[in-house]
T-cell receptor, first 110, second 112 residues
């Protein structure tokens, strides 16, 4: 079993749609969690950290369920510019040795 | 600030050749990392340096060496390149272990 698993997609949605991605992780002792965004042939960039209480940043909401060991990302009112690959990232022991999922590709269509 | 810079952007090598990938950051970060990214796989950590003067292996260190030259620079060396090392290589830096990692633009390496 991979340490961090994501559905690779692609998810094809119309503009304005709400879309959700899930990610599961295997190490129950993992300490910190992130969503990164990666545009085609570019470097990953931090989208948001994921906190136990859940957190929101504009149209983006991240949730953490420690009991079930999964992380989610919800995007509301999708824009064309949201088209990218979203990487679920876990820091299992707070050493900075991040574990990346393979990414979920989102295509937002006009 | 340039952030994290990497050179070269692209490189083609023949099997057995050696090369060094350069990475530099101007954010006064303590930690630096080298990852590789292959199709259908997440980024995998090759080596990291928690602070100046220290380096340690990540998930896939075989075939690579690193040098933390100073606080700013962290290089990755392939002594004898193999086709299995064809990949995109990303360098990243962070203030500390639990802080956000910032990535460079990547080096696309092809080994023939």
């Amino acid at each position: 079993r991979k340490e961090v698993e994501q559905d690779p997609g692609p998810f094809n949605v119309p503009e304005g749609a709400t879309v959700a991605f899930n990610c599961t992780y295997s190490n129950s002792a993992s300490q910190s969690f992130f969503w990164y965004r990666q545009d085609c042939r570019k470097e990953p960039k931090l989208l948001m950290s994921v906190y136990s209480s859940g957190n929101e940043d504009g149209r983006f909401t991240a949730q953490l369920n420690r009991a079930s060991q999964y992380i989610s990302l919800l995007i509301r009112d999708s824009k064309l510019s949201d088209s990218a690959t979203y990487l679920c990232v876990v820091n299992p022991s707070n050493t900075g040795k991040l574990i990346f999922g393979q990414g979920t590709t989102l295509q937002v269509k006009p | 600030n340039a952030g994290v810079t990497q050179t070269p952007k692209f490189q083609v090598l023949k099997t057995g050749q050696s090369m060094t990938l350069q990475c530099a950051q101007d954010m006064n970060h303590n930690s630096m990392y080298w990852y590789r990214q292959d199709p259908g796989m997440g980024l995998r950590l090759i080596y990291y340096s928690a602070s100046e003067g220290t380096t340690d292996k990540g998930e896939v260190p075989n075939g690579y060496n690193v040098s933390r030259l100073n606080k700013r620079e962290f290089s990755l060396r392939l002594e004898s390149a193999a086709p299995s090392q064809t990949s995109v290589y990303f360098c990243a830096s962070a203030r500390g272990y639990t802080d956000t990692q910032y990535f460079g633009p990547g080096t696309r390496l092809t080994v023939l």
